[in-house]
């Protein structure tokens, strides 16, 4: 197990982990893997980690899936190159424990979810992202870590909200690339795979 990067160290903790600077606190808890929107755009506007939450030094590194790769952009808050490996040896999606998406948002079975009875509470949507709702039950996907320069980091705004941005550009020079986990295949293929391995058995 990784140790808590000394940058995180001043920073809350829930069940024995580092709460992440992006992360939702509603009610009073972590909802570990769902993101507090305006931190999130934070994050991206003021070039800060999305562990930590403090400034981004002159490398960091992208979280990238395939998807993203197709869209060109990376949809979450960069990383320190010293908070990436803790977030990959901890979040289930990064290190391999997750072999599915969620089938419903965090907070739908989260504790941080029930009761909400504050009104000023700014309560995210129940409804799953475009994103997510494409997402739900799917195998997870293979994700990679890519190491940028701070001056190639360049923002991609939304279309109808220009200073709402979607993530950061993955059109840049890339100097490092990081494997953190497979994708996993389809029940289909894993069926497909069983079948022939059996029929390879037989022969031999």
Not at 8 to 36: K, N, Q, Y
Not at 85 to 106: D, E, F, I, K, Q
Not at 174 to 182: C, D, P, S, V
Request: with cysteine.
């Amino acid at each position: 197990m990784h140790s808590i990067p000394q940058r995180c160290g001043r920073r809350p903790m829930a069940g024995g982990l580092v709460v992440p600077w992006v992360s939702l606190i509603h009610g009073g808890r972590a909802a570990f893997g769902s993101l507090d929107a305006e931190r999130a755009r934070t994050a991206f506007l003021r070039r800060l980690c999305q562990i930590c939450g403090q400034p981004l030094n002159e490398r960091c590194f992208l979280i990238v899936r395939p998807a993203d790769v197709a869209q060109g952009v990376s949809p979450e808050p960069a990383l320190h190159p010293e908070c990436l490996p803790y977030a990959a040896a901890h979040c289930p999606m990064l290190n391999g424990a997750a072999t599915h998406y969620r089938r419903s948002p965090v907070l739908d079975s989260h504790p941080a979810a029930r009761p909400c009875t504050d009104p000023s509470c700014p309560c995210p949507s129940r409804s799953p992202a475009e994103g997510q709702a494409a997402r739900s039950g799917q195998p997870a996907d293979r994700y990679e870590a890519w190491m940028i320069a701070a001056r190639h980091y360049q923002l991609v705004p939304r279309q109808d909200a220009p200073s709402d941005p979607v993530g950061i550009d993955l059109d840049v020079p890339i100097l490092r690339k990081r494997a953190l986990r497979e994708a996993v295949p389809p029940a289909d293929h894993v069926a497909l795979l069983d079948l022939l391995r059996t029929a390879l058995d037989l022969e031999l």
